[in-house]
Structure formats: C-alpha cells, structure tokens
C-alpha cells in the first residue's frame, strides 16, 4: 500500500472516507509551499513534527507559521524532547520527512495538536507525500489523533 493510500485507509477507518485530498506537481513539503498550492493561509497548515523523549516519539501538529517552543513541550510532557532526525522519522512514522501525516503511522506516538489550529474551520495536513494534502476539521483532527489540545507555539 502507497503511503497515500494508508492515509486514506486510516482516513476511512476514522470515518473521514470522504476527505477531500489534493495532490500537486509542486511540492507541498513546507507550510509556506503548501499554503501556495492550495490557495489558503500558512495559519491553516498542519505542520508534523516529530520529536524524541528519549526514545520515545513525540508528534506536534502545529500551526503552519508557528515555531515550537520545545521548553515548552518538555515541560507538558515532564520530559527532555530533542527534534528527531530524519531516520527516526522515519522509523516511527513510516513516513518521510515532508509527507508526514498526523495518522496512518507505523508506531504509535504520543500527539500534541497546537491550540492555534482550533479557531479554523478546515485546515490542510500532509497527506503521506510531499506533493499530497488533505483537508480537516481541527476537532477531527484532535479525534482521530487522540491528540492533547496545548499551547506549544514560542512566545511571538
């Protein structure tokens, strides 16, 4: 199964079947090139971040133009994160960096889904590849993730 196609799988299992997913010839691998493909602002894209807790992974979905204030993060989740590398991204997501979903991943991870998304309606996330994106209801989004609603964006 493509890794499109596990995303859509676990869209469905979620009772997202019908979300709407665009895929483009450019690349949608940054927030800011994601926002140009589809016509939205850089606010309303979901950027997937993985750190590590050790070996543990930690998922942060946040906000396209913001940056994670991972003193932040450490202290919510009462341990020392570091961003991981593109190999433990990898490893645990079974995704690459660019394309990684909020779901669909090969280990489960703990998820923090930023407080900003919440005041949309709809927001974009990766949809597996760099060049694919599907379209969310942030409290979906926070549903089929099991997602912990916190603030992580840094102080502006």
């Known amino acids: 199964m493509s890794s499109r196609e596990r995303v859509l799988a676990a869209l469905a299992a979620h009772g997202l079947a019908e979300a709407e997913v665009r895929e483009f010839a450019e690349s ?6 994601a926002a140009a493909a589809i016509g939205t602002s850089v606010e309303r894209i979901v950027k997937s971040l993985v750190f590590a807790a050790g070996d543990k992974p930690i998922l942060v979905l946040a906000s396209g133009p913001n940056r994670v204030d991972t ?8 341990l020392p994160i570091a961003r991981a590398n593109a190999d433990q991204v990898r490893a645990w997501t079974g995704f690459a960096i660019g394309g990684v ?10 998820t923090l889904v930023d407080q900003d998304l919440l005041q949309f309606d709809r927001v974009w996330a990766a949809a597996g590849t760099p060049n694919a994106v599907f379209a969310i209801d942030p409290n979906d989004l926070v549903r089929i993730t099991g ?3 916190a603030e992580v964006a840094q102080a502006g």
Not at 71 to 78: C, E, I, W
Not at 101 to 110: E, G, M, S, V
């Open 28 to 33: 949608t691998a940054t927030a800011v090139d």
């Open 71 to 78: 003193a932040r993060v450490s202290q919510l989740l009462g």
């Open 101 to 110: 979903p909020p779901l669909a991943h090969a280990t489960p991870l703990q």
């Open 147 to 149: 997602a912990q609603v």
